[in-house]
């Protein structure tokens, strides 16, 4: 079983920056796609990106095209996220997801293991 734990989150003002990430860890070690996920307060958990095990396919959601990047590091067993350009819409618990699977992610995937979250406070 794949253990994801977050790091990274934090408060910042609208229109900066933070990077997340999400060390894997665990047996099997590889073939797993990575995605990060969000749910604010009152509202149900969104999709935000994910990345393929190869780290050479993403996928964002709308709301965040352009403005956050995830990519892979290290022994491609750690995700991370880049988010530009905040704003207090973003505020929310950050998810880390994988599931076994190595090809090219898309919409509909079903996430089989997930961190226990980050928060994200972002300020007007």
């Known amino acids: 079983q794949v253990q994801l734990v977050e790091s990274g989150g934090g408060l910042v003002q609208a229109g900066g920056s933070l990077r997340l990430s999400c060390a894997a860890s665990?047996?099997?070690?590889?073939?797993?796609?990575m995605a990060w996920f969000r749910q604010a307060p009152g509202k149900e958990r969104e999709f935000v990106a994910a990345?393929?095990?190869?780290?050479?396919?993403?996928y964002y959601a709308d709301s965040v095209k352009g403005r956050f990047t995830i990519s892979k590091a290290g022994a491609r067993n750690t995700a991370n996220l880049q988010m530009n350009s905040l704003t207090p819409e973003d505020t929310a618990v950050y998810y880390c997801?994988?599931?076994?699977?190595?090809?090219?992610?898309?919409?509909?995937?079903?996430?089989?293991?997930w961190g226990q979250g980050t928060q994200v406070t972002v300020s007007s």
């Open positions: 665990g047996r099997p070690a590889s073939g797993y796609a």
């Open positions: 997801a994988g599931t076994y699977y190595s090809g090219p992610v898309a919409s509909g995937l079903h996430w089989t293991f």
């Open positions: 990345i393929s095990w190869s780290g050479e396919s993403t």
